[in-house]
């Protein structure tokens, strides 16, 4: 290295090779010096010896060519500043080593000073614009000063840009840090992250130890207890410690400090930090530290204690919320999640085998709420709760399953049938009141059950779906069969609504005749279902299933648009009867757009609507009387004709019947087969009478034989349909059967 003459500050002064050992912790700047020449490493490190920038003194890496570096550089991973020789053993060794600090190493932070002896190996220009380097010097013109001031600026360069990255990562750090401590489980895992955080965001290893405030105050009743509710490293033996008991004098002052004054502490070589949400229960954190921290990691510190304070109030809020989840809040028993969760536990353990479970609803408490009031119905849930716990004893997991639905898993023996009855032949007292109350059960057999928690709740649903829907106040127990039942409507489903896109729905069309005439009067249109395997449907199986879905009310729209389109195609060809009859179930007829569905449907056709019969069952009539007396007024307003379906079969009010628009009964084929029996036509000859007394044509289902028809006939019957008549056809069959009917 050359000197200018004169400068004072530029003499170099050759002192002994010796190194001052710096103590242990003290925080350095590492400068490489990568040479070919021995004597640029001594006269750099001379030239520097002492020298602190930026308050810290200067560690010196030295190597002598690329491979070397290469090796040394592998093992590094915070050198601040590199001083690299342009030619070592090859004219392009500095340069290359450029390529492997950035592109190999990642390190963009470090700073690297090229220095060549041999300028014309390496245009400034060229290297500076080429290559990520900070700074190009020769080495004749590096005096002392000039080094020291390229050195101190490529120093401050290099901790700016560690700060701002620091703050970066920091601020990142925080932000997932604390979204992690929001899915903690309690104050202890909560506290144990934060000993994991800190120390991650700090950069040291997480030796550190957490306390809390204790709830119990000292026997003067106002000093509260510190203990240590999480520790990790050599600390561990701390865990669960009063902060009294801690035999380190300065760790236990310090947290006692910090606790007590809430204000964090840092040292040369540890910290306590504070912790305090809007709760009374503050957190102080003590952590050793290999070195004291800078001004921007304190900040950092105190924005993430900020963020972990309103984590701190939010472990109450998760807290309620766990219990929430699993703990219905009137009853204070476990609810359906809870249930399911102990199910599956049962399920995993080796009394399974012995165990049941089984739901039990209260029969009529829908209307007990409505005509007592929703006070009254609470208290009789938790007296019914109150009786279960007691009458069947600790052994049972007892659940709220929804409204008054309770859930029972215990062994089968303790849960029998009987013993559950026997739990309310007394009545319940609520208010000074004696209530009866009784009970539908469904029931399910965890012995063999290869599924889990969910589905055999699902299970007992059905089970006791089952109870309520054949005989309230019993019990059922679920079987195999009823599985395979449900899974097979609800397979049924899933192709009802396949084939309702895929059209493989279609309708057939029976006519109907006039029994003393023998003249054709009408049609009715029947849905049929084809699968693609050719299979027929029953419409028995299928039609329920499109009511419970909804899907009824686009598959009605769509039987009534193609039953009127096909009415006007045979009137085209001469063959049309004088009306074609569409069933309608009740669900179609509560829609409100109903009455517009049927002039959309009568308009976009041309049918005139006096040629439209729709058929509606007894239960259609009965199902809100003034809404559907509303709507077949409307309908027979429009010219629609209106016959009641099946009748016979719903016990209709007469009374009622005489108000509604209709124009026709229709017996139900059940009564014409009663003509085959001892009794006799007894029925169908009571609905004819009816039908003549209240002005309404009677039209029979069923006939099968002629026989059928003749005692029909005979009695005053009007009109018929059935097999002996003709089988329902497609319209291209009927077509040919209405022009040779005779």
């Keep these: 290295m050359s000197t200018m003459p004169g400068d004072p500050d530029d003499e170099l002064v050759i002192l002994e090779d010796h190194q001052e050992v710096s103590p242990p912790n003290l925080r350095t700047w590492k400068i490489a010096i990568v040479d070919d020449d021995e004597d640029v490493h001594h006269t750099t490190k001379f030239a520097l010896l ?25 093992q590094h991973s915070d050198i601040a500043v590199v001083l690299l020789d342009v030619v ?58 000039k080094l020291l001031t390229a050195l101190t600026a490529a120093i401050r360069s290099y901790e700016q840009i560690r700060t701002i990255d620091a703050s970066r990562r920091g601020l990142h750090q925080i932000i997932t840090s604390s979204a992690s401590f929001t899915v903690e489980h309690g104050i202890q895992a909560f506290a144990a992250g934060v ?33 240590v509710i999480a520790s990790a490293g050599h600390y561990s033996s701390l865990m669960n410690c009063s902060i009294d008991a801690i035999g380190d004098k300065k760790i236990r002052e310090s947290l006692q400090y910090v606790l007590t004054h809430r204000v964090p502490q840092f040292g040369e070589h540890d910290m306590t930090l504070f912790f305090s949400g809007q709760g009374n229960r503050p957190l102080a954190a003590y952590i050793d530290l290999p070195y004291a921290l800078s001004e921007i990691d304190q900040q950092l510190l105190e924005v993430f204690c900020s963020n972990l304070g309103v984590c701190l109030d939010n472990l109450s809020l998760v807290s309620q919320l766990k219990v929430h989840a699993y703990r219905d809040q009137l009853l204070m028993l476990p609810n359906r999640l ?13 009394q399974s085998n012995r165990a049941l479970v089984a739901l039990i609803d209260i029969d009529d408490f829908a209307e007990i709420n409505d005509v007592l009031g929703h ?36 062994l089968e023996s303790v849960l029998h049938p009987d013993k559950l009855k026997q739990v309310f032949a007394d009545p319940f007292i609520i208010e000074d009141t004696a209530h009866a109350v009784s009970m539908s059960i469904g029931m399910v057999a965890l012995q063999g059950y290869e599924s889990d928690g969910a589905d055999v709740l699902k299970d007992a649903s059905i089970a006791l779906k089952r109870t309520k829907g054949h005989q309230r106040g019993s019990y059922t127990i679920f079987t195999r069969e009823m599985g395979v039942e449900i899974r097979e409507r609800a397979r049924l489903m899933q192709h009802l609504h396949k084939a309702f896109d895929a059209e493989r729905l279609f309708l057939m069309y029976q006519p ?59 009137q085209r060809a001469g063959t049309a009867p004088d009306k074609i009859g569409v069933n309608v179930s009740v669900i179609q007829f509560r829609q409100p757009d109903f009455i517009s569905v049927v002039e959309t449907a ?26 559907f007396e509303e709507s077949l007024t409307k309908l027979k307003k429009i010219g629609v004709q209106i016959a009641i379906d099946d009748f016979g079969t719903g016990f209709s009010s007469l009374s009622y019947l005489d108000k509604l628009p209709v124009d026709r009964l229709k017996i139900d084929r059940a009564f014409v087969n009663q003509i085959d029996t001892p009794e006799g036509p007894r029925i169908a000859e009571l609905i004819t009478q009816l039908g003549k007394k209240l002005n309404l044509h009677v039209i029979a289902e069923g006939i099968e034989t002629e026989h059928h028809w003749d005692v029909l006939r005979t009695m005053g019957c009007h009109e018929g349909q059935g097999f002996f008549i003709a089988r329902p056809m497609v319209e291209d069959q009927l077509k040919d059967w209405l022009s040779n009917w005779r």
Excluded at 122 to 136: Q, V
Excluded at 198 to 203: D, F, M, Q, S, V
Excluded at 386 to 396: A, E, V
């Design 195 to 227: 000993i994991t955080q800190i120390a991650a965001l700090c950069g040291v290893p997480p030796e550190g130890l957490l306390c809390a405030q204790a709830d119990e105050l000292d026997h003067t009743g106002n000093n509260p207890r510190f203990s």
């Design 50 to 74: 002492d020298t602190k920038i930026l308050n810290r003194p200067l560690e010196f890496i030295h190597t002598y060519s690329k491979k070397q570096t290469r090796e040394v550089f592998a």
């Design 338 to 350: 809870k249930f399911i969760e102990q199910i599956d536990l049962a399920l995993h353990q080796a």
């Design 375 to 410: 006070h009254y119905g609470d208290l009789l849930l938790k007296a019914v709760a109150d009786r279960l716990r007691t009458d069947l004893g600790d052994t049972n997991f007892l659940a709220r399953i929804s409204g008054d639905v309770f859930g029972l898993l215990g």
């Design 602 to 627: 009568l308009r976009d056709s041309g049918l005139s609507p006096h040629n439209l019969e729709l058929e509606i069952t007894e239960s259609v009539t009965m199902a809100g009387v003034n809404v």
């Design 88 to 145: 070592m053993e090859t004219e392009h060794a500095g340069l290359e080593l450029v390529s492997f600090i950035r592109n190999e190493l990642k390190w963009h932070d470090t700073r690297i000073i090229l220095r060549t002896g041999q300028p014309g190996y390496a245009p400034e220009e060229e290297a500076i614009r080429d290559y990520d380097i900070n700074d190009y010097k020769t080495k004749s013109e590096l005096t002392r000063k």
């Design 512 to 570: 109907q005749v006039d029994l003393h005439t023998r003249k054709i009067t009408g049609l009715e249109a029947l849905i049929r279902w084809r699968t693609d395997e050719g299979h027929m449907i029953p419409p028995g199986d299928f039609i329920p299933l499109a009511e419970h879905s909804g899907l009824i009310i686009s598959l009605g729209a769509w039987v009534l648009r193609t039953a009127c389109f096909t009415m006007v195609r045979l």
